[in-house]
């Protein structure tokens, strides 16, 4: 099962800033919270990762609380093609390198 | 840029009838996955292989699924025989490998339906 909880769907204006929750508060404190995305009809695609502190790439930043029990993306400036589903995860399976999707975040950016 | 090959990418069967998908991975990456993802949910692993052997199969229904990755490069899951249920994106997933975070790279997917 998911160890991370999101809600279905949001909603987000082009050019702002778009801020995707995510609770993880079962996970262990040396697990990591890896985002991608899928843009309909395409594999997922990561995204970035963190352990406890913010990360920052060129897609979009990361921001974890300090008690790790949730975390946020941030994509500053959304634009269309940034409509997809948004999943947070942590890894598991017997080798503990498999993704375990939950249901993910629906973004939808209108102009 | 290099990329995780799937075919068919779409694939219409009856039930009953046998079916198998093909993966080619990004070359080099020891780790590949198999994942069905059932519309409106997020992808489930199948099976992870290491190089040839499998690594986790715990979750395919082994009394119809299989898969095989002979040489540790291309991959095939076989379906037989299909059900209904088994209508999903079948996608396979390759990575460099090891404990430390390797990013995993999905193909396109095969769309399956089973009428």
């Known amino acids: 099962d998911a160890k991370t909880t999101q809600p279905p769907s949001m909603d987000c204006a082009e050019g702002r800033a778009a801020n995707l929750p995510c609770n993880h508060s079962?996970?262990?404190?040396?697990?990591?919270v890896y985002w991608y995305r899928q843009i309909h009809s395409q594999g997922p695609q990561y995204i970035i990762h963190?352990?406890?502190n913010n990360e920052t790439n060129e897609m979009a930043s990361l921001i974890i609380t300090e008690d790790r029990k949730s975390s946020t993306l941030i994509l500053p400036h959304a634009t269309l093609r940034d409509t997809a589903v948004y999943y947070c995860?942590?890894?598991?399976?017997?080798?503990?390198?498999?993704?375990?999707f939950g249901k993910g975040t629906t973004l939808s950016v209108s102009s | 840029e290099a990329e995780v090959a799937q075919s068919p990418r779409y694939k219409i069967t009856e039930k009953s009838q046998a079916v198998a998908f093909w993966c080619d991975p990004i070359?080099?990456?020891?780790?590949l996955y198999w994942y069905r993802q059932i519309l409106g949910q997020g992808p489930e692993l199948l099976v992870q292989?290491?190089?040839?052997?499998?690594?986790?199969d715990s979750q395919l229904p082994k009394d119809r699924f299989s898969a095989e990755r002979l040489k540790g490069v291309d991959s095939t899951l076989k379906i037989q025989p299909a059900e209904l249920g088994d209508s999903a994106m079948y996608l396979c997933?390759?990575?460099?490998?090891?404990?430390?975070?390797?990013?995993?790279?999905f193909g396109p997917g095969t769309r399956l339906t089973v009428t």
């Open positions: 997933a390759s990575s460099l490998g090891g404990q430390g975070f390797y990013e995993q790279y």
């Open positions: 079962t996970i262990s404190g040396n697990e990591y």
């Open positions: 963190g352990l406890k």
């Open positions: 995860i942590a890894r598991g399976g017997r080798a503990g390198t498999a993704l375990i």
């Open positions: 070359s080099g990456h020891a780790t």
């Open positions: 292989f290491q190089d040839e052997s499998v690594v986790d």
